[in-house]
């Protein structure tokens, strides 16, 4: 450093900085803990896999584990609850005049489109980790469970776009349903495709692109059909 520069802040001087530092810890914590779930799950299965031998591998403590999950299947399943909040964030930014069902559609995609924090399925072993959903029941019902929190927050998001309230109002739910529900069927169809986890992606997105079309498709055909019946 030369005479004429002045000292440069230490974090510590920053205001709000220990702050920051306590949050970045605690999410690395968090994903040390939901990755070394994540491991464990996949190569030893649901059932040998304990939350000590977690906490082991993330190299914290039993008590920190209990902050931040409620069960190990809860932590392996983290990055699905992350991308469900992305998605709405997502949600929340779309044009105010774009309808409903466009609008979760286009947060979708700009969720997969992502590299700058590439979403979940983008990562390794989350192939396999949706494919263990089927065989193991308890793993399903905590994936359920994300899905559903994430579903009620769309349903209220999109409640708001349309100005109504959504336990009036059927149709915040029903987008939100068909729309989450064709996201959830082209998921599903991936991960029982035999496929290298580090192309999948691209794989995904343009299946996803597919449903929605098909979705779209099929609304069309009944609208027709339901006019030339009246």
């Known amino acids: 450093m030369t005479a004429t520069q002045p000292p440069s802040s230490s ?7 220990p702050e920051d530092r306590r949050a970045r810890k605690a999410r690395q914590t968090r994903n040390a803990l939901a990755t070394a779930a994540l491991e464990l799950i996949l190569e030893r299965g649901l059932a040998d896999t304990t939350v000590e031998a977690i906490s082991e591998r993330a190299d914290v403590t039993r008590r920190t584990f209990s902050r931040n999950f409620t069960g190990k299947e809860d932590a392996a399943l983290d990055f699905v609850r992350g991308d469900g909040d992305r ?8 044009p105010a005049a774009e309808p409903p069902l466009l609008a979760y559609r286009g947060a979708v995609r ?5 590299r700058t924090d590439p979403a979940w399925h983008d990562r390794p072993d989350m192939r396999r980790l949706l494919a263990l959903l089927d065989r193991e029941p308890a793993l399903f019902a905590a994936y359920e469970r994300i899905r559903v929190d994430a579903q009620e927050e769309s349903v209220r998001i999109i409640a708001r776009r349309l100005g109504t309230d959504d336990t009036q109002d059927v149709r915040p739910s029903v987008v939100v349903g068909a729309a989450a529900g064709v996201l959830t069927a082209a998921l599903r169809q991936w991960a029982r495709t035999a496929g290298d986890d580090t192309t999948g992606a691209a794989d995904l997105a343009a299946l996803v692109e597919r449903a929605y079309d098909a979705v779209t498709t099929e609304a069309v055909t009944a609208a027709a059909d339901r006019t030339t019946d009246e």
Do not use: E, K, V
């Open 87 to 94: 998605i709405n964030a997502l949600l929340r930014a779309r």
């Open 11 to 17: 974090p510590a001087d920053t205001p709000g900085a």
């Open 110 to 114: 700009g969720w997969l489109a992502d």
